[in-house]
Every structure is written in structure tokens, then in C-alpha cells.
């Protein structure tokens, strides 16, 4: 029979409470259990005493019996010394995936694009010689138009 220590779920809804149990590991989540061992209560502060109440001496004999603990409860154990737990570490974990850095592939690209329009608009701002030399030609364009315009109207009323 395999065992394990793990936690059973007690409480009403959105008021969690745990019973630290050894039980069958092929039992139910809240179902049968051999032995309780302890409580946890995730309401309260992490600096009180009350949060994690555990049998050390019933964890030790389960553990050297062979239960494996799951990864909440080896953390409890770890805690207070009963069995030690190998740190684990993922590098990747904070990392975004792939959808979430091509948005912001995208998102640098279009501030890139909107700091050089700025930047273009400033320039065009702060140098006046230029736009009075660009509005010249700009004049006579559209007085050589109408005068484009006539001969096609006077063509279509004909």
C-alpha cells in the first residue's frame, strides 16, 4: 500500500482549512484517511504559530515508514526539520511566452515609429524657413488645377 501525506480540504467556500493526513494515496482527496497528523489554516499570517500545527514525531515515523509527502506538506516538513526538501529552481518560470513578447515586439516598434514622427513634427515646428518655402509652390499648384478643370468641363457639357 502506498501512503501518502498530504492535505484534506475542510472549510466552507472561500474559507479554506487543512487537515495534514497520511492516507491510501489512492483515496479521495477528503476521503479516508489512516492517521491525521496536523492542520493548516493559509487564513492566517505566516508568522503565527497556529498556521501550520504539526505531530513531528508521527511525521518522522511516517516519512522513515516510507509516505511521500506531497509538495505542500515536504515544505511544511522542510520547515520544521523533519525531512529535508531539494530547492528547486526554473529559470524560465518568469520569463513571457511567445505571444506575449511579440506584443511587445510590436509595441516597441510602434513607439519607435510614433518618437520619429514626433520627432519629425518637432523639426518641422521649430524650423520656419522651411514651411514658408513649401507654401509657395503649394499656391500656384492649385490655381494650375482649376485651370486643368475647365477645359474638362467645358468637354463634358459639349
Not at 2 to 27: H, M, N, Q
Not at 90 to 107: D, H, I, L, Q, S
Not at 146 to 154: C, I, R, V
Request: avoid cysteine.
Amino acid at each position: 500500500m502506498a501512503t501518502a501525506i498530504r492535505l484534506s480540504r475542510g472549510g466552507s467556500k472561500k474559507r479554506p482549512y487543512y487537515k495534514i493526513v497520511v492516507a491510501d494515496s489512492r483515496s479521495p482527496r477528503d476521503g479516508a484517511f489512516i492517521e491525521r497528523i496536523g492542520s493548516y489554516n493559509p487564513l492566517l499570517a505566516k508568522d503565527d504559530e497556529k498556521r501550520i500545527v504539526l505531530d513531528v514525531e508521527r511525521a518522522k515515523h511516517w516519512v522513515s515508514v516510507g509516505a511521500q509527502p506531497t509538495d505542500r506538506v515536504a515544505r511544511f516538513l522542510d520547515v520544521l526539520g523533519v525531512k529535508e526538501r531539494a530547492a528547486r529552481n526554473n529559470p524560465n518560470k518568469a520569463k513571457p511566452g511567445e505571444k506575449a513578447t511579440e506584443r511587445a515586439e510590436e509595441r516597441a516598434t510602434k513607439l519607435a515609429e510614433a518618437e520619429e514622427a514626433q520627432k519629425a513634427a518637432e523639426e518641422a515646428a521649430n524650423a520656419p524657413a522651411e514651411p514658408v518655402v513649401e507654401e509657395a509652390p503649394a499656391e500656384e499648384a492649385p490655381a494650375a488645377e482649376p485651370a486643368a478643370e475647365a477645359p474638362a468641363e467645358e468637354q463634358a457639357e459639349g
